[in-house]
Protein backbone atom coordinates (compact mmCIF):
# COMPACT_ATOMS: atom_id res chain seq x y z
CA UNK A 1 0.00 0.00 0.00
CA UNK A 2 1.49 3.40 -1.08
CA UNK A 3 2.11 5.78 1.59
CA UNK A 4 0.64 9.24 2.12
CA UNK A 5 4.16 10.77 0.90
CA UNK A 6 3.83 8.58 -2.24
CA UNK A 7 0.52 9.48 -3.16
CA UNK A 8 -0.31 12.01 -5.83
CA UNK A 9 -3.91 13.71 -6.59
CA UNK A 10 -5.64 16.27 -8.56
CA UNK A 11 -4.38 18.83 -6.20
CA UNK A 12 -0.51 17.74 -6.37
CA UNK A 13 -1.19 17.84 -10.32
CA UNK A 14 -2.37 21.14 -10.08
CA UNK A 15 0.61 22.30 -7.45
CA UNK A 16 2.86 20.87 -10.07
CA UNK A 17 1.31 22.56 -12.89
CA UNK A 18 0.85 25.86 -11.72
CA UNK A 19 4.51 26.29 -10.47
CA UNK A 20 5.69 25.08 -13.56
CA UNK A 21 3.69 27.57 -15.51
CA UNK A 22 5.12 30.49 -13.17
CA UNK A 23 8.88 28.87 -14.08
CA UNK A 24 7.67 29.11 -17.63
CA UNK A 25 6.67 32.54 -17.08
CA UNK A 26 10.03 33.79 -16.33
CA UNK A 27 11.57 32.08 -19.34
CA UNK A 28 8.94 33.62 -21.91
CA UNK A 29 9.52 36.94 -20.36
CA UNK A 30 13.33 36.99 -20.81
CA UNK A 31 12.72 35.99 -24.95
CA UNK A 32 9.53 38.63 -24.94
CA UNK A 33 12.02 40.95 -23.88
CA UNK A 34 15.35 40.15 -26.28
CA UNK A 35 12.06 39.79 -29.39
CA UNK A 36 11.47 42.62 -28.79
CA UNK A 37 14.79 44.90 -28.28
CA UNK A 38 15.67 43.03 -31.29
CA UNK A 39 12.49 44.10 -33.54
CA UNK A 40 12.27 47.69 -31.95
CA UNK A 41 16.36 48.21 -33.16
CA UNK A 42 15.88 46.37 -36.55
CA UNK A 43 16.83 49.26 -38.42
CA UNK A 44 20.39 49.65 -36.68
CA UNK A 45 20.62 45.78 -37.04
CA UNK A 46 20.15 45.74 -41.26
CA UNK A 47 21.92 49.03 -41.28
CA UNK A 48 25.03 48.21 -39.71
CA UNK A 49 25.07 44.64 -38.55
CA UNK A 50 27.78 43.46 -36.47
CA UNK A 51 29.90 46.46 -37.62
CA UNK A 52 28.02 48.19 -34.76
CA UNK A 53 29.99 46.28 -32.17
CA UNK A 54 33.22 47.06 -33.50
CA UNK A 55 33.26 50.54 -34.55
CA UNK A 56 33.81 53.56 -32.15
CA UNK A 57 31.80 56.16 -34.35
CA UNK A 58 29.04 57.91 -32.24
CA UNK A 59 27.69 60.69 -34.50
CA UNK A 60 23.90 61.31 -34.89
CA UNK A 61 23.91 64.36 -37.32
CA UNK A 62 25.71 61.90 -39.59
CA UNK A 63 23.84 59.09 -38.62
CA UNK A 64 27.05 56.73 -38.32
CA UNK A 65 26.67 54.61 -35.40
CA UNK A 66 29.26 52.31 -33.24
CA UNK A 67 28.77 50.97 -29.49
CA UNK A 68 32.60 49.91 -29.36
CA UNK A 69 33.39 52.48 -26.31
CA UNK A 70 29.86 52.18 -24.67
CA UNK A 71 30.74 48.16 -24.61
CA UNK A 72 34.13 48.88 -23.58
CA UNK A 73 33.56 51.40 -20.56
CA UNK A 74 30.53 49.43 -19.72
CA UNK A 75 33.02 46.37 -19.00
CA UNK A 76 35.59 47.79 -17.88
CA UNK A 77 33.81 49.94 -15.02
CA UNK A 78 31.87 46.70 -13.87
CA UNK A 79 35.02 44.64 -13.70
CA UNK A 80 36.95 47.45 -11.45
CA UNK A 81 34.07 47.66 -9.48
CA UNK A 82 34.63 43.86 -9.05
CA UNK A 83 37.98 43.90 -8.23
CA UNK A 84 37.72 46.90 -5.96
CA UNK A 85 34.63 45.71 -3.99
CA UNK A 86 35.11 41.65 -3.56
CA UNK A 87 37.66 41.89 -1.01
CA UNK A 88 35.97 43.96 0.74
CA UNK A 89 32.89 42.18 0.63
CA UNK A 90 34.59 39.26 1.53
CA UNK A 91 36.29 40.64 4.46
CA UNK A 92 32.91 41.87 5.58
CA UNK A 93 30.93 38.90 5.47
CA UNK A 94 34.03 36.86 7.09
CA UNK A 95 33.80 39.22 9.85
CA UNK A 96 30.10 39.47 10.67
CA UNK A 97 29.83 35.39 10.19
CA UNK A 98 32.41 34.28 12.39
CA UNK A 99 34.12 37.24 14.15
CA UNK A 100 32.00 40.00 14.65
CA UNK A 101 30.97 40.06 18.31
CA UNK A 102 27.53 39.31 19.32
CA UNK A 103 26.53 42.45 20.64
CA UNK A 104 27.60 44.47 18.16
CA UNK A 105 26.10 42.51 14.75
CA UNK A 106 23.15 43.23 14.33
CA UNK A 107 23.84 47.10 14.07
CA UNK A 108 26.47 46.35 11.44
CA UNK A 109 24.47 44.11 9.68
CA UNK A 110 21.56 46.63 9.71
CA UNK A 111 24.03 48.88 8.52
CA UNK A 112 25.63 47.09 5.89
CA UNK A 113 22.05 46.44 4.44
CA UNK A 114 20.94 49.68 4.79
CA UNK A 115 23.21 50.83 1.86
CA UNK A 116 21.81 48.67 -0.21
CA UNK A 117 18.44 50.43 0.09
CA UNK A 118 19.99 53.90 -0.72
CA UNK A 119 18.49 55.33 -4.29
CA UNK A 120 21.69 55.48 -7.28
CA UNK A 121 21.03 58.83 -7.73
CA UNK A 122 21.66 59.79 -3.92
CA UNK A 123 25.33 57.85 -4.53
CA UNK A 124 25.66 59.71 -7.61
CA UNK A 125 25.43 63.39 -5.83
CA UNK A 126 27.46 62.09 -2.69
CA UNK A 127 30.09 60.88 -5.61
CA UNK A 128 30.13 64.20 -7.34
CA UNK A 129 30.20 66.48 -4.13
CA UNK A 130 32.83 64.04 -2.18
CA UNK A 131 34.24 61.02 -4.01
CA UNK A 132 35.20 63.15 -7.52
CA UNK A 133 37.27 65.79 -5.43
CA UNK A 134 39.19 62.90 -3.83
CA UNK A 135 39.93 61.02 -6.56
CA UNK A 136 40.96 64.69 -8.48
CA UNK A 137 43.64 65.39 -5.96
CA UNK A 138 44.92 61.48 -5.59
CA UNK A 139 45.61 62.23 -9.59
CA UNK A 140 46.82 65.64 -8.87
CA UNK A 141 49.51 63.69 -6.62
CA UNK A 142 50.38 61.01 -9.32
CA UNK A 143 54.09 60.97 -9.88
CA UNK A 144 54.83 62.29 -13.01
CA UNK A 145 56.39 58.76 -14.37
CA UNK A 146 53.11 56.77 -13.55
CA UNK A 147 51.28 59.74 -15.46
CA UNK A 148 53.04 58.70 -18.32
CA UNK A 149 51.60 55.17 -18.37
CA UNK A 150 48.81 54.24 -20.37
CA UNK A 151 47.12 53.36 -17.44
CA UNK A 152 46.91 56.67 -15.67
CA UNK A 153 47.42 58.75 -18.89
CA UNK A 154 45.05 61.77 -18.65
CA UNK A 155 44.10 65.48 -17.24
CA UNK A 156 43.73 65.44 -13.22
CA UNK A 157 39.56 66.43 -13.84
CA UNK A 158 38.09 63.97 -11.21
CA UNK A 159 35.42 62.82 -13.81
CA UNK A 160 36.53 59.48 -15.16
CA UNK A 161 36.59 55.37 -15.03
CA UNK A 162 38.42 55.64 -11.76
CA UNK A 163 35.42 57.34 -9.94
CA UNK A 164 32.74 55.32 -11.84
CA UNK A 165 34.88 52.19 -10.78
CA UNK A 166 34.76 53.41 -7.04
CA UNK A 167 31.14 54.20 -6.61
CA UNK A 168 30.10 50.85 -8.23
CA UNK A 169 32.09 49.01 -5.85
CA UNK A 170 30.77 50.92 -3.25
CA UNK A 171 27.26 49.89 -4.89
CA UNK A 172 28.19 46.60 -4.91
CA UNK A 173 29.94 45.49 -1.39
CA UNK A 174 25.90 45.31 0.08
CA UNK A 175 25.12 43.29 -1.93
CA UNK A 176 27.88 40.75 -2.01
CA UNK A 177 28.52 40.74 1.83
CA UNK A 178 24.86 40.18 2.42
CA UNK A 179 24.65 37.32 0.72
CA UNK A 180 28.06 35.86 1.20
CA UNK A 181 27.57 36.62 4.71
CA UNK A 182 24.02 34.37 4.34
CA UNK A 183 26.34 31.76 2.78
CA UNK A 184 29.16 31.19 5.66
CA UNK A 185 26.36 31.33 8.08
CA UNK A 186 24.89 28.35 6.68
CA UNK A 187 28.11 26.60 6.57
CA UNK A 188 27.37 23.61 8.93
CA UNK A 189 28.71 24.21 12.37
CA UNK A 190 30.34 20.36 12.40
CA UNK A 191 32.65 21.77 9.56
CA UNK A 192 34.45 24.12 12.21
CA UNK A 193 33.91 21.94 14.88
CA UNK A 194 36.27 19.18 12.26
CA UNK A 195 38.87 21.73 12.24
CA UNK A 196 39.62 22.78 15.59
CA UNK A 197 39.46 18.56 16.31
CA UNK A 198 42.41 18.50 14.03
CA UNK A 199 43.88 21.42 15.69
CA UNK A 200 43.42 24.09 13.54
CA UNK A 201 43.56 27.92 14.61
CA UNK A 202 41.14 29.66 14.05
CA UNK A 203 42.17 31.60 10.82
CA UNK A 204 42.67 27.62 9.47
CA UNK A 205 39.11 26.95 10.00
CA UNK A 206 37.86 29.97 8.74
CA UNK A 207 39.80 29.32 5.95
CA UNK A 208 38.09 26.28 5.71
CA UNK A 209 34.65 27.75 6.16
CA UNK A 210 35.51 29.77 2.95
CA UNK A 211 36.57 26.77 0.77
CA UNK A 212 32.97 24.82 1.85
CA UNK A 213 30.74 28.02 0.79
CA UNK A 214 33.14 28.86 -2.13
CA UNK A 215 30.13 27.89 -4.53
CA UNK A 216 27.82 30.34 -2.80
CA UNK A 217 30.52 33.17 -2.20
CA UNK A 218 30.70 33.38 -5.63
CA UNK A 219 27.27 33.52 -7.00
CA UNK A 220 27.28 36.51 -4.37
CA UNK A 221 30.30 38.08 -6.60
CA UNK A 222 28.39 37.14 -9.77
CA UNK A 223 25.19 38.94 -8.38
CA UNK A 224 27.10 41.98 -7.88
CA UNK A 225 28.63 42.00 -10.93
CA UNK A 226 25.44 42.12 -12.79
CA UNK A 227 24.02 44.92 -10.35
CA UNK A 228 27.77 47.12 -11.67
CA UNK A 229 26.26 45.86 -14.99
CA UNK A 230 23.47 47.68 -15.11
CA UNK A 231 23.88 50.89 -12.84
CA UNK A 232 23.24 53.82 -14.72
CA UNK A 233 22.67 56.78 -12.66
CA UNK A 234 25.21 57.14 -10.56
CA UNK A 235 28.06 56.43 -13.05
CA UNK A 236 26.45 58.77 -15.66
CA UNK A 237 26.97 61.59 -12.91
CA UNK A 238 31.16 60.48 -12.39
CA UNK A 239 32.29 59.10 -15.83
CA UNK A 240 32.37 62.11 -17.57
CA UNK A 241 30.28 60.70 -20.43
CA UNK A 242 32.73 60.88 -22.93
CA UNK A 243 32.80 58.23 -26.26
CA UNK A 244 35.96 56.69 -26.55
CA UNK A 245 38.11 53.44 -25.87
CA UNK A 246 40.92 53.69 -23.41
CA UNK A 247 42.49 51.79 -20.59
CA UNK A 248 43.77 54.72 -18.53
CA UNK A 249 41.84 54.64 -15.38
CA UNK A 250 41.64 58.82 -14.98
CA UNK A 251 40.16 58.97 -19.05
CA UNK A 252 36.20 60.16 -19.03
CA UNK A 253 34.51 57.67 -20.49
CA UNK A 254 30.82 56.14 -20.98
CA UNK A 255 28.62 53.35 -20.64
CA UNK A 256 25.77 51.45 -22.10
CA UNK A 257 22.96 52.52 -19.63
CA UNK A 258 24.44 56.41 -19.33
CA UNK A 259 24.20 56.68 -22.93
CA UNK A 260 20.84 55.13 -23.10
CA UNK A 261 19.26 57.49 -20.30
CA UNK A 262 21.37 60.58 -21.87
CA UNK A 263 20.03 60.56 -25.35
CA UNK A 264 16.78 58.76 -25.27
CA UNK A 265 14.83 61.24 -25.21
CA UNK A 266 16.49 63.59 -27.23
CA UNK A 267 16.47 61.07 -30.28
CA UNK A 268 17.11 62.57 -33.34
CA UNK A 269 15.58 60.42 -35.28
CA UNK A 270 14.13 57.07 -36.13
CA UNK A 271 17.67 55.49 -36.76
CA UNK A 272 19.17 56.98 -33.69
CA UNK A 273 16.66 55.79 -31.47
CA UNK A 274 16.99 52.29 -33.00
CA UNK A 275 20.70 52.41 -32.62
CA UNK A 276 20.12 53.18 -28.68
CA UNK A 277 17.81 50.22 -28.42
CA UNK A 278 20.34 48.12 -30.03
CA UNK A 279 22.50 49.28 -27.49
CA UNK A 280 20.00 48.14 -25.02
CA UNK A 281 20.14 44.84 -27.01
CA UNK A 282 23.68 44.73 -26.34
CA UNK A 283 23.51 45.21 -22.60
CA UNK A 284 21.18 42.66 -22.36
CA UNK A 285 23.21 39.64 -24.11
CA UNK A 286 25.97 40.93 -22.83
CA UNK A 287 24.32 39.92 -19.22
CA UNK A 288 22.81 37.30 -20.34
CA UNK A 289 26.51 36.10 -21.69
CA UNK A 290 28.36 36.79 -18.29
CA UNK A 291 25.51 35.18 -16.32
CA UNK A 292 26.15 31.81 -17.74
CA UNK A 293 29.95 32.27 -17.88
CA UNK A 294 29.46 32.54 -14.18
CA UNK A 295 26.55 29.34 -13.78
CA UNK A 296 29.24 27.92 -15.66
CA UNK A 297 31.95 28.22 -12.95
CA UNK A 298 29.49 27.38 -10.22
CA UNK A 299 28.80 24.01 -11.77
CA UNK A 300 32.63 23.22 -12.31
CA UNK A 301 33.28 24.02 -8.78
CA UNK A 302 30.25 22.35 -7.49
CA UNK A 303 31.00 19.08 -9.22
CA UNK A 304 32.26 16.20 -7.21
CA UNK A 305 36.06 15.95 -6.93
CA UNK A 306 37.66 13.25 -8.63
CA UNK A 307 38.04 9.49 -6.44
CA UNK A 308 41.73 9.46 -7.76
CA UNK A 309 44.05 9.57 -4.02
CA UNK A 310 46.43 12.47 -4.46
CA UNK A 311 49.87 11.51 -4.57
CA UNK A 312 50.61 13.40 -1.33
CA UNK A 313 48.29 11.50 0.83
CA UNK A 314 49.67 8.07 -1.01
CA UNK A 315 52.84 9.47 0.22
CA UNK A 316 52.25 10.21 3.72
CA UNK A 317 50.42 6.99 3.83
CA UNK A 318 53.74 5.25 3.20
CA UNK A 319 55.12 7.32 5.55
CA UNK A 320 53.32 6.45 8.46
CA UNK A 321 52.57 2.98 7.69
Request: overall charge positive; glycine content about 8%; hydrophobic content about 55%.
Amino acid sequence: MATHSQRKGPSDLGFRLGTGIFALFVLALVAAIGLNLVWESRQALVKFGFRFWRTSTWDPVAGEFGALPFIWGTLYSSLLALLLATPISLGIAIFLAELCPRWLRPLLVFLTELLAAIPSVVYGLWAVFVLVPLVRALEAATPAALRNTALFHGPPVGVGMLSAGLILAIMVIPYTSSVAREILKAVPGSQREAAYGLGATRFEAIQRVVHYGRVGIVGAVMLGLGRALGETMAVTMVIGNNAQVSLSLYAPSHTMAAVIANEFAEAADDLHLNALIEIGLVLFLVTLVLNGLSRLLIWRMSRPPSRRVPATTTALAEVTR
